[in-house]
Nanobody, 122 residues
């Protein structure tokens, strides 16, 4: 499966943004999915995960309430809705997929998109 993340951009603090991750090559419904982000000079950070049907989601405590992961398997697309954005959310956001793991650990995902830049100005 090939993943293409999109929807990033330059926004102001307090704004909202929705990222998309489109899959090609194989049906997205075969995979559990995740979002990660990486800020300059920092390690990659787990943002959210969703099971293949979308019945279960998982967020680190720091992301709960502001970030919502969802998917539309009919459109072969996963989403990350972000609200009340802060400058600390500035990072490259990556989507990832794995047929077996529903995980917060990036090494458990076999397939990755190229990333989309989100920049939040104060």
């Amino acid at each position: 499966v090939q993943l293409q993340a999109s929807g990033g951009g330059l926004v102001q603090a307090g704004d909202s943004l929705r990222l998309s991750c489109a899959a090609s090559g194989r049906a997205l419904s075969n995979y559990n999915m995740g979002w990660f982000r990486q800020a300059p000079g920092k390690d990659r950070e787990f943002v959210a995960a969703i099971t293949w049907r979308g019945r279960n989601t998982f967020y680190p405590d720091s992301m709960k309430g502001r970030f919502t992961i969802s998917r539309d398997n009919a459109k072969n697309t996963m989403y990350l809705q972000m609200i009340s954005l802060k400058p600390a959310d500035t990072a490259v956001y990556y989507c990832a997929a794995d047929p077996a793991h529903f995980s917060r650990y990036d090494y458990e995902y076999n397939y990755w998109g190229q990333g989309t830049q989100v920049t939040v100005s104060s």
